[in-house]
């Protein structure tokens, strides 16, 4: 019988413990860069799967936090590292902690909670690369993209896959960002990248949208949907909405949107509502100074529950992770 030595024993038994401590199933990721994954994407005769979408967050994830690195590979345990960090960040530190790290993902955690929540980040990644446009926009000579609270602009990366899918060369992409430290840090990001602009701006005033006043735009994305629980208004998704629609309502009336709609509980009338793109997201005029809650979400055509968004891609991820990482919703 061959005998094994101690150090090939704890060597074996911490390779299996590695792996069960990735973010994602080692075989889901590929040993590729960001920017190799968006070309290979962006390519209409390749089928994207979640998987390729999840690596791309991730990737994204790391390469936002250590500003750089798009273009090279990065291993599936830095990206795990990072990730079971910002799973501890509003914790104490742990010895072997890199304190600066840590305290940078504290900084920065409102707008990195979008990146950590991969299965819903994903999810609504998916759902914009497999738009299908209105027709009267289909023979554009260019794709116009408007992300509203674009935060770190991961959704920008979902616009640009789905313009480049479907043949635009001319790409205009534009996030709107309010908060000064998080939009001069992805307009440093998308700058390196080129491939779309950060405005720093409140989407809440009509002043802000004059850039597309000759423009007819493709796609809006709005990120500022309250977690449940919490009103509407407390991410100012009304005032934008109603701003945004009185505002260039003609030159978005064929766009697509995220979210397609949303479903809201009012309270004073005791019934859900309707929200969506036919009523400028603020549902019927009685409603309007009312108290909405969001419940779910309209995304590819289905009802979600805003609870069950990413749901299916949960299987993907580490129990650990499933668990640990922080939810944007």
Same mark, same amino acid.
């Given at each position: ?235 100012? &998704?009304? $005032?934008? /909405? +109603?701003?945004?629609?009185?505002? #260039? ?5 064929? =766009?697509?949107?995220? %979210?397609?709609? &949303?479903? $809201?509980? /009012? +309270?004073?009338?005791?019934?859900? #509502? ?5 009523? =400028?997201?603020?549902? %019927? ?45």
């Amino acid at each position: 019988m061959h005998e094994h030595s101690a150090a090939e024993i704890e060597k074996a038994r911490h390779q299996h413990r590695f792996i069960q401590d990735m973010v994602i199933e080692p075989s889901f990721y590929t040993k590729s860069s960001f920017l190799k994954d968006v070309g290979m994407m962006s390519d209409p005769s390749i089928v994207v799967t979640d998987s390729m979408i999840m690596g791309l967050v991730l990737k994204y994830f790391y390469c936002y936090v250590h500003k750089g690195h798009f273009d090279e590979v990065v291993p599936l345990e830095e990206v795990s590292s990072l990730c079971d960090m910002f799973s501890r960040h509003r914790s104490l530190n742990e010895p072997d902690d890199d304190i600066e790290l840590m305290n940078y993902l504290r900084q920065w955690s409102f707008s990195l909670r979008m990146l950590a929540d991969i299965p819903k980040t994903s999810h609504i990644i998916r759902s914009i690369i497999g738009h299908k446009i209105s027709s009267s926009l289909i023979n554009s000579d260019e794709y116009v993209g408007l992300d509203i609270g674009t935060g770190t602009g991961i959704l920008l990366i979902a616009q640009y896959i789905h313009a480049r899918r479907l043949g635009f060369e001319n790409i205009n992409l534009f996030g709107m960002e309010y908060d000064k430290m998080v939009g001069l840090q992805s307009y440093k990001i998308f700058k390196e990248l080129g491939i779309a602009e950060i405005v720093l701006a409140d989407a809440r005033d009509c002043r802000n949208y004059d850039f597309l006043k000759n423009k007819k735009v493709t796609f809006v994305s709005n990120e500022n949907v309250a977690a449940m629980h919490q009103p509407l208004r407390r991410d100012h &998704l009304v $005032a934008i /909405c +109603s701003t945004l629609f009185r505002t #260039v309502g003609e030159n978005i009336k064929d =766009a697509g949107f995220f %979210p397609e709609g &949303l479903i $809201a509980f /009012c +309270s004073e009338m005791n019934v859900s #509502v309707l929200l969506s793109k036919n009523t =400028a997201f603020l549902g %019927p005029k009685e409603y309007h100074d009312m108290h909405l809650l969001p419940q779910g979400i309209i995304i590819e055509g289905n009802i979600v529950p805003l609870h069950q968004l990413g749901e299916e891609l949960l299987p993907h991820m580490a129990e650990w992770a499933r668990e640990s990482l922080s939810r944007r919703w």
